[in-house]
């Protein structure tokens, strides 16, 4: 079976540089979605296709993904931003989520 | 707007069945595919299967084949999933969210709590 593995958890400092990584066999090779959830909430969709931004999400996200790994990177964090972040990716027409970030804005 | 309305909560003892419907309004109910994803408490997500609402062709999480079918009903625009013996484990937050093959679950339901006790 195909995984994909995050780190628990990332800390920033509000309006600095977060960036979370997503690794899978390949995965450069697979397109990769990343998801927000804040607690009791329905997950959000903030990248898909490596790098593209639904409508209404923010410039501040943004998402590259290359060799085994993906990588979503939050400009200018705010306190707003602090939530599970989910990377996913479909292997053999099954969708396989990460293990999830906890991203905590100090 | 773009929406998926998911049923109530449900409370079921070990062995039954739950079925958990997903009405999607705001866009043409055909064009996509629905996935279904649950949350056990305090876990990550797991994806259990995805459903083309075109023509009901569907694919299952490995571990759930045999327990679990997922259906539409175009004339409503409603996607089901029904899980079957159910165990204590099966306890979790069930999510509907529309697929469009590659470009991510963009639009989810507000999610169903189903809790498995005897």
Not at chain 2, 66 to 79: Q, Y
Not at chain 2, 93 to 114: I, L
């Amino acid at each position: 079976s195909y995984e994909l593995t995050q780190p628990p958890s990332v800390s920033v400092s509000p309006g600095q540089t977060a960036s979370i990584s997503c690794s899978g066999d390949k995965l450069g090779d697979k397109y990769a979605c990343w998801y927000q959830q804040k607690p009791g909430q329905s997950p959000v969709l903030v990248i898909y296709q490596h790098s593209k931004r639904p409508s209404g999400i923010s410039e501040r996200f943004s998402g590259s993904n290359s060799g085994n790994t993906a990588t979503l990177t939050i400009s200018g964090t705010q306190a707003m931003d602090e939530a599970d972040y989910y990377c996913q990716a479909w292997y053999s027409s099954t969708a396989v989520f990460g293990g999830g970030t906890k991203l905590t804005v100090l | 707007q773009v929406q998926l309305v998911q049923s109530g909560a449900e409370v079921k003892k070990p062995g039954a069945s739950v079925k958990v419907s997903c009405k999607a309004s705001g866009y043409t109910f055909t064009s996509y595919g629905i996935s279904w994803v649950r949350q056990a408490p305090g876990q990550g997500l797991e994806w259990m299967g995805w459903i083309s609402a075109y023509n009901g062709n569907t694919n299952y999480a490995q571990k759930l084949q045999g327990r679990v079918t997922m259906t539409t009903d175009t004339s409503t625009s409603t996607a089901y999933m029904e899980l079957r013996s159910l165990r204590s484990d099966d306890t979790a937050v069930y999510y509907c969210a529309r697929d469009a093959s590659g470009q991510g679950m963009d639009v989810w339901g507000q999610g169903t709590t189903v809790t498995v006790s005897s």
